[in-house]
Nanobody, 124 residues
Framework: QVRLVESGGALVQAGDSLRLSCLASGTTISDYAMGWFRQAPQSEREFVASTNLFGGSKLYADSVKGRFTIYKDNAKSTVILQMNNLNPEDTATYYC?????????????????WGQGTQVTVSS
């Protein structure tokens, strides 16, 4: 069965950087799109970033473009979200997701497999 386990969340200050990791098992991430989403308290889960199976096509939410980078390490079955210049609005639980196909999108309904999430808190 597909299992996604996120790690790397922490309490940091505004302007700091964090690197989130998603370790996948029971699947070959090189065959699928992978994405990161986040959910703040009392808010809908929202798209953050996604990459296609080759890593050549990447999509970002406008709010994180230029600050966050998604990439896949297929050999380690890991998807990374590098987050720089964090601000308090980035505070949320971050979820890794595997797509149903090789093509990456911004729509969470296109991602049938999800991790349990990792908490990121940014203080001002």
């Amino acid at each position: 069965q597909v299992r996604l386990v996120e790690s790397g969340g922490a309490l940091v200050q505004a302007g700091d950087s964090l690197r989130l990791s998603c370790l996948a098992s029971g699947t070959t991430i090189s065959d699928y799109a992978m994405g990161w989403f986040r959910q703040a308290p009392q808010s809908e889960r929202e798209f953050v970033a996604s990459t296609n199976l080759f890593g050549g096509s990447k999509l970002y939410a406008d709010s994180v473009k230029g600050r966050f980078t998604i990439y896949k390490d297929n050999a380690k079955s890991t998807v990374i979200l590098q987050m720089n210049n964090l601000n308090p609005e980035d505070t949320a639980t971050y979820y890794c997701a595997r797509g149903a196909t090789r093509w990456n999108t911004r729509d969470k309904s296109d991602y049938p497999y999800w991790g349990q999430g990792t908490q990121v808190t940014v203080s001002s």
